[in-house]
């Protein structure tokens, strides 16, 4: 039996509406005491007097490139990135090569997450076939492998047809359907947000409206059909108005994620041409990102993720127009959240926290984001005050392409800890 005992840490554990100082005694990977002075001999001891300790940080957009583009990322790299931020449980996209779209993608997703046994790797099977908008994956058999959603992300089903056959099916294998919502007619070959910037950078632009269209459609058809629907990275004031409507009318099999890049920044980041700022849905205009921050003030949003989305370097150093989509952001989600809504004055560090632990597990239904005794020892212990400056250089990510690359964030994590292991202390991953 091995125990560990993290004192004098402020704990915020949103789950059980803990925001106070107090121990937490871990054993045998399990949480199994919480409060104030604990005297115990334990074989380990974190003193986090001045930090926060907060429940692991979950993330359930994350496109990790294993199989297939393991130039780009793998599972392992992902599993380090994440340490380093944090997270303790990823969601992993289908969008590898091959698709996840079958059982045994699925299966060896699963045995590399567990051969690399650094953090929790859910993965997720495609909507179709080879997410090709077609016809429906294995849906059913991947879930019986261990799928927790399926998706089709990085593309959207255009036919309404195929995608409200998908949820029925969806509804009936009892399964999460995650949207990436836009209307290809409309993006085109837009490859920035439609606005102003675009126009004096002279590029073609994506306008807000292909993701409002995508985003009703979607809701409409989880209304009808009711399945789960989970709408990935919203970005638009047109899809959290909807979002809101849709909530406020009664849907509770709906929920919806903001990244945090979307709250914090906007299309200006594109101007000089600068590929890390391109992605999709883009970097929006400062309209829309006060529309997204005012819906995460009214807890329209259940959960904040990266869409971490690492690329070699060649694929941004193209021009602007023919660059790759994404920024990576799993060593940088919380400070990001910490610096642009917490010390911005916009929400509490307790519902900020909530937004990375309890809400994401919420949606994807796992057993993970809270500090309960009997609860896996996913922590994560950091400094909410502590500001440093984003080098992207010297990430664990295969991917160096930072949306927030030079940008002083506030907020930096010095211990994540996985089944009641030690996996990051003080910048080094612990094997
Ligand atoms: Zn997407």
């Known amino acids: 039996m091995s125990t560990l005992l993290i004192q004098n840490g402020h704990v915020i554990d949103p789950a059980n509406d803990i925001d106070a100082p107090n121990d937490i005694l871990v054993r045998d990977g399990k949480i199994v005491q919480i409060g104030k002075g604990l005297s115990v001999d334990a074989d380990d001891v974190i003193d986090a007097a001045g930090l926060v300790v907060c429940p692991g940080l979950i993330d359930i957009q994350v496109h990790v490139r294993e199989p297939g583009r393991e130039d780009k990322e793998t599972i392992e790299t992902a599993?380090?990135?994440?340490?380093?931020?944090?997270?303790?449980?990823?969601?992993?996209?289908?969008?590898?090569?091959?698709?996840?779209?079958?059982?045994?993608?699925?299966e060896f997703v699963i045995k590399r997450a567990r051969e690399v046994n650094l953090v929790n790797v859910y993965p997720t099977g495609a909507i179709t076939s080879g997410q090709k908008g077609d016809s429906l994956a294995e849906i059913n058999e991947m879930k019986r492998s261990g799928a927790i959603a399926i998706t089709d992300d990085g593309v959207d089903v255009q036919n309404e047809v195929v995608l409200r056959r998908a949820m029925e099916y969806a509804k009936t294998c009892d399964i999460l359907l995650m949207s990436h919502c836009e209307v290809d007619n409309l993006t085109d070959s837009g490859v920035m947000h439609e606005g102003w910037v675009s126009t004096q950078l002279g590029l073609p632009g994506t306008p807000a409206?292909?993701?409002?269209?995508?985003?009703?459609?979607?809701?409409?058809?989880?209304?009808?059909t009711g399945a789960r629907l989970h709408l990935l990275h919203n970005s638009t004031k047109g899809a959290v108005s909807a979002i809101k409507a849709a909530k406020a009318a009664g849907a509770n099999n709906i929920t919806a994620e903001v990244s945090v890049q979307h709250f914090a920044l906007t299309d200006e980041e594109c101007f000089g041409y600068n590929t890390n700022a391109k992605m999709y849905p883009p970097l929006r205009s400062r309209d829309h990102v006060d529309a997204i921050v005012e819906a995460i003030k009214d807890?329209?949003?259940?959960?904040?993720?990266?869409?971490?989305?690492?690329?070699?370097?060649?694929?941004?150093?193209?021009?602007?127009?023919?660059?790759?989509?994404?920024?990576?952001?799993?060593?940088?989600?919380?400070?990001?959240?910490?610096?642009?809504?917490?010390?911005?004055?916009?929400?509490?560090?307790?519902?900020?926290?909530?937004?990375?632990?309890?809400?994401?597990?919420?949606?994807?239904?796992?057993?993970?984001?809270?500090?309960?005794?009997?609860?896996?020892?996913?922590?994560?212990?950091?400094?909410?005050?502590?500001?440093?400056?984003?080098?992207?250089?010297?990430?664990?990510?295969?991917?160096?392409?930072?949306v927030f690359d030079g940008k002083e964030l506030?907020?930096?994590?010095?211990?994540?800890?996985?089944?009641?292991?030690?996996?990051f202390k003080q910048g080094d991953i612990i094997r």
């Open 209 to 224: 409206v292909s993701e409002d269209l995508a985003v009703q459609k979607n809701i409409m058809l989880a209304q009808m």
């Open 410 to 423: 506030t907020g930096k994590v010095h211990y994540t800890i996985v089944d009641g292991h030690v996996r």
């Open 299 to 402: 807890d329209v949003i259940d959960a904040f993720t990266t869409d971490h989305a690492p690329h070699i370097e060649p694929d941004k150093l193209e021009p602007f127009k023919h660059a790759a989509f994404g920024s990576i952001g799993l060593e940088t989600s919380f400070a990001v959240m910490n610096s642009y809504l917490v010390k911005a004055g916009h929400i509490s560090l307790s519902k900020g926290i909530s937004k990375m632990t309890n809400g994401p597990a919420a949606v994807a239904r796992l057993d993970k984001g809270s500090l309960s005794v009997g609860a896996d020892a996913d922590i994560t212990i950091f400094d909410p005050d502590e500001n440093w400056t984003v080098d992207a250089k010297q990430s664990f990510s295969k991917g160096k392409n930072c």
């Open 79 to 106: 599993s380090m990135a994440a340490l380093a931020g944090g997270v303790t449980s990823i969601v992993a996209m289908p969008n590898s090569a091959p698709a996840a779209d079958n059982q045994t993608v699925i």
